[in-house]
């Protein structure tokens, strides 16, 4: 088979089908199917309503002939009479709606599209789902028989599961125990990091590696979705065996529909030498795209900046979680478009959905909160990166009272954010699961477009995502106190255990009274919510629980129902709602192919922004007017280096429209942070600095000292994110 260009109005995949697959083939005839398995069935019947355009053949060794699909009848006739010729320009042809054309022959024609703009209503509006536009999920071939005269062209030995390969082969039994002990072993050493990345790379088995990554180098099994099912199987049952690299391979591949597959696929062979060289050789522009099918569609929306940004991004999810081209978001009433801005509006939606009054994760009181950072200064507050500028200056004024409550709208914690544990009869609960879900489609979306988000999830969060089981000790990740507490109990509650099963007197008495008074705590069996912005004060843990005091001989059945509230029975339709989230963008369980800590890097890059003087001098490129010895380019390393925390955050913001560092740090961001000369008509000591999100470009003037430089960079940091006014 071969794939090439064809059609001037939009992207086709051609496809020349040859006669070498066949095997006992008489006939073949469809004029409509869908997407899916390798081997077509074929119908010589009604013909379906989408998909691929499929004449009708002769059986080999006869002479190859077509019929156009407007010349077919259905009569007994059609099969004899074969007036057309087949010619070996004939081709079977695909159309992506997600893909615009390589290059369009037609003059005055651009290579680029311009995006198209959807309209996305304000919010609040009620939508007509019957009218909302989906593009349809991308499935496994499948086409009815309706004669059963009909032989298929290849056997299809890629529908056997995993389990019944491997029992065919005599391989169940050991195989399967050997590749289910290293899914634990690398589960168990997760938490881990340090131990855990020197064992990891002693699980990969090389054969099997080498094997799916065969599989992935049929671009045809990848379009068409008939990859073998044991992929999937192996890659998301026994993860541990593969690379990280052959597995986000098979992920990008593999999960975002035929679209991004033939994307995916252009995108690593054009990072191979032997395209690198033959676009290099290239003598015009055609040339260059001849084995190209096309490129990514860029569909544009407009929100508004401001108070509502959450419920703007939940429009945009719903009309464009199905749709495969790439989102573009842009601003109301500014000029600035591009990657840059869009990455702004993953950092905004990333504050929103912090916010406390959403009542979605466990938080603090603010009363508590409140007396905890009383004595504290303004610089202490990490949080302080979601206020505005305004409300930064306005806080340093006004006292730490007034700054707490502010920085306090949000939730800040230093294990991150993790959903706060619902009872069924919850107040907001279906406001509250719908927003999970959005999360869940805010998350996909940013996987498919590969946005970092500035999202500080809890790792145990991420764990749920990758279908890795809670245990007790991730409580400790989720609410430390509730977990030491917890654990002081179920210490007692294990010495209960012990002292019951004593059979010496003496010995269990003096265990008995080594144990503490559990009812000097003043429990019942009732889970209490550390903050009251949930809605309900307490929740039974048993029928009647707030008339159950906890002592000494139910105090196991308190422990044990308290971890099932808040890993499980209190957070499951949640999870399951994110889930859902996930799966209106691809099927959530893909996610299965990665570790939780491989998940949190893919999703939110570095956890902590820090750099070295080297770093900078390294990774930081100097153009247009500046080099590395150039003193205000030297100067700015130096500023660079005395930021703290938040502002080294707020500086990415600034410059790359996203607070955080993608995996593996300066090093790896794309584009390169590039510093250029900005020309100003005067003194450049009255200018400040600005930046080009798109293209990461720090636009500096020539100040005369690093003081100033420092002075002018910080202001425009606090002052300088309100909007994209520049073009």
């Known amino acids: 088979m071969h794939a090439d260009m064809g059609g001037h109005g939009g992207t086709w995949l051609d496809i020349h089908m040859g006669f070498g697959y066949t095997r006992d083939f008489t006939w073949l005839e469809t004029r409509k199917a869908v997407d899916g398995n390798r081997s077509i069935r074929t119908s010589g019947g009604k013909a379906t309503k989408e998909g691929h355009t499929f004449y009708v053949i002769r059986k080999p060794g006869a002479k190859r002939r077509m019929l156009p699909c407007r010349q077919i009848s259905h009569s007994e006739n059609t099969f004899t009479d074969r007036s057309h010729t087949w010619e070996s320009h004939v081709t079977l042809k695909r159309e992506f709606s997600s893909l615009e054309a390589a290059f369009d022959p037609r003059r005055n024609r651009t290579t680029t599209e311009q995006p198209v703009t959807l309209e996305i209503e304000d919010p609040g509006t009620v939508r007509n789902n019957s009218t909302q536009q989906v593009t349809a999920f991308h499935g496994r071939l499948h086409m009815s028989l309706n004669i059963s005269e009909v032989i298929p062209y290849r056997k299809e030995r890629q529908e056997m599961m995993l389990a019944e390969f491997m029992s ?124 190209s099918l096309g490129q990514l569609k860029q569909e544009r929306v407009v929100v508004k900046r401001g108070s509502q940004i959450l419920e703007w991004a939940m429009s945009v999810m719903k009309v464009h979680a199905k749709r495969k081209a790439i989102l573009e978001v842009t601003f109301a009433d500014e000029e600035g478009h591009g990657s840059g801005v869009t990455n702004e509006f993953y950092s905004l939606v990333s ?95 940013a996987l498919l477009d590969n946005r970092l988000i500035s999202l500080p999830l809890a790792y145990p969060l991420f764990k749920i995502l990758c279908h890795y089981p809670l245990n007790a000790s991730d409580l400790a990740f989720i609410d430390p106190e509730k977990a030491r507490h917890l654990a002081q109990l179920h210490e007692v509650a294990v010495v209960k255990k012990s002292a019951d ?70 957070i499951c339709e949640q999870i399951e709602a994110i889930r859902k989230g996930i799966s209106e963008v691809f099927p959530e369980s893909h996610l299965k192919a990665f570790t939780p800590s491989e998940l949190r890097s893919m999703l939110s890059g570095e956890s902590n922004v820090s750099w070295s003087k080297n770093d900078l001098l390294e990774h930081l490129e100097p153009r247009n007017g500046y080099d590395i010895e150039s003193s205000t380019f030297q100067h700015l390393v130096h500023v660079l280096c005395d930021l703290d925390e938040r502002e080294r955050k707020d500086f990415l913001r600034f410059v790359t429209g996203v607070r955080v560092l993608p995996p593996g740090g300066l090093k790896n961001l794309d584009p390169k942070l590039t510093v250029v000369r900005k020309h100003c008509e005067n003194d450049p000591d009255d200018h400040f600095p600005s930046a080009n999100t798109c293209f990461h470009f720090l636009k500096l003037p020539e100040y005369s000292s690093t003081e100033i430089l420092a002075c002018r960079l910080k202001t425009a940091l606090q002052h300088g994110m309100d909007g994209f006014y520049f073009n």
Not at 210 to 227: E, F, H, R, V, W
Not at 388 to 400: E, Q, V
Not at 517 to 524: F, P, Q, R, S
Request: net charge negative; proline share 5%; with cysteine.
């Open 351 to 445: 504050d929103a959905l912090q916010q406390r009054d959403l009542g979605m994760w466990i938080c603090d009181d603010l009363d508590n909160t409140l007396k905890k950072n009383r004595n504290s200064s303004f610089e202490t507050f990490d949080t302080e990166i979601a206020l505005s500028p305004m409300k930064k200056a306005k806080a340093k004024t006004d006292g730490d009272l007034e700054i707490a409550f502010e920085v306090n709208r949000y939730v800040h914690r230093d294990c991150g954010l993790f959903p706060a544990p619902l009872p069924p009869n919850a107040p907001n609960k279906d406001a509250i699961l719908e927003k999970f879900r959005f999360l869940g489609t805010f998350l996909a979306k």
């Open 168 to 291: 065919s082969h005599g391989l169940s039994d050991k195989v399967n125990r050997i590749l289910q002990f290293l899914k634990i072993v690398n589960e168990s050493l997760e938490d881990l990091n340090s131990i855990h990345q020197d064992i990891a790379q002693e699980l990969i088995n090389q054969k099997l590696s080498n094997k799916l990554k065969q599989q992935l180098s049929d671009p045809l099994a990848i379009t068409s979705g008939s990859m073998p099912k044991w992929c999937h199987e192996v890659v998301t049952k026994y993860a541990p065996v593969f690379p990280f690299e052959i597995r986000f391979q098979y992920f990008a591949h593999c999960s975002f529909g035929v679209d991004r597959s033939v994307a995916a696929i252009q995108s690593a062979q054009d990072k191979s030498p032997e395209r690198v060289r033959q676009r290099a050789n290239a003598r015009t522009r055609e040339e260059d795209t001849s084995r």
């Open 501 to 570: 099963l004593e059979e010496d007197p003496h010995r269990k008495q003096e265990m008995l009274q080594s144990l503490p008074d559990v009812e000097v705590y003043c429990l019942t069996m009732q889970y209490a919510p550390s903050s009251t912005i949930h809605g309900f004060r307490s929740y039974d843990l048993i029928p009647d629980g707030g008339s159950v005091t906890v002592d000494i001989d139910n105090v196991h059945e308190y422990v044990e129902r308290m971890y099932n509230f808040m890993l499980d029975e209190g």
